[in-house]
């Protein structure tokens, strides 16, 4: 009778089905959709990452950021940039980085892209530290910027 109930309780069912999908090649988590790990990332693991992404990233240097964590009002610069994603430069230590989500303007000869991000990680380098992010709720502009910047990058423009 034991042995019967353990079969039919929902616990146990659960505990297979999690077990199942834990060793499901398909199932495995992405870097991007894994939590936020709060630990030192060297420089170079960052960039061995960078060829491991679903899109591919460019240099955005001289585009300038806005970002806010509901508290705060802070700039920086991007460093790369994809469709769905950025890394950010000269960023105040203050942001505080455990909010689910910030708010990211980001101004290019005189149009703003506002959009919300969620961190993935943190590099602190003196003064100021530098982030990853994944960008969320993206508007259509933002796509059309990106593919009008990768063609000029792969004409030659500066």
Same mark, same amino acid.
């Given at each position: 009778?034991?042995? @019967?109930?353990?079969?039919?309780?929902? #616990?146990?069912?659960?505990?297979?089905?999690?077990?199942?999908?834990?060793?499901?090649?398909? &199932?495995?988590?992405?870097? @991007?959709?894994?939590? @936020?790990?709060?630990?030192?990332?060297?420089?170079?693991? %960052?960039?061995?990452?960078?060829?491991? &992404? &679903?899109?591919? &990233?460019?240099?955005?240097?001289?585009?300038? $950021?806005? /970002?806010? !964590?509901?508290?705060?009002?802070?700039?920086?610069? /991007?460093?790369?940039?994809?469709?769905?994603?950025?890394?950010?430069?000269? %960023? #105040? /230590?203050?942001?505080?980085?455990?909010?689910?989500? @910030?708010?990211?303007?980001?101004? $290019?000869?005189?149009?703003?892209?506002?959009?919300?991000? /969620?961190?993935?990680?943190?590099?602190?380098?003196?003064?100021?530290?530098?982030?990853?992010?994944?960008? %969320?709720?993206?508007?259509?502009?933002?796509?059309?910027? %990106?593919?009008?910047? !990768?063609?000029?990058?792969?004409?030659?423009?500066?």
């Amino acid at each position: 009778m034991s042995l @019967l109930r353990a079969r039919n309780c929902p #616990a146990t069912k659960k505990h297979q089905r999690r077990a199942v999908l834990e060793q499901c090649p398909s &199932r495995q988590a992405t870097p @991007l959709s894994q939590p @936020l790990v709060k630990q030192k990332v060297s420089s170079r693991a %960052i960039g061995e990452k960078m060829h491991k &992404r &679903r899109y591919p &990233r460019m240099g955005g240097k001289n585009l300038r $950021v806005d /970002i806010s !964590d509901g508290r705060g009002f802070y700039s920086g610069y /991007i460093s790369d940039v994809s469709r769905f994603g950025m890394q950010l430069n000269s %960023i #105040a /230590i203050k942001l505080n980085q455990d909010v689910k989500t @910030l708010s990211v303007v980001v101004t $290019v000869n005189g149009k703003n892209f506002k959009m919300m991000a /969620i961190p993935k990680w943190e590099v602190k380098e003196g003064g100021s530290k530098t982030m990853g992010m994944e960008l %969320i709720n993206v508007p259509y502009s933002w796509a059309g910027f %990106i593919r009008e910047f !990768d063609q000029k990058k792969a004409q030659g423009h500066p």
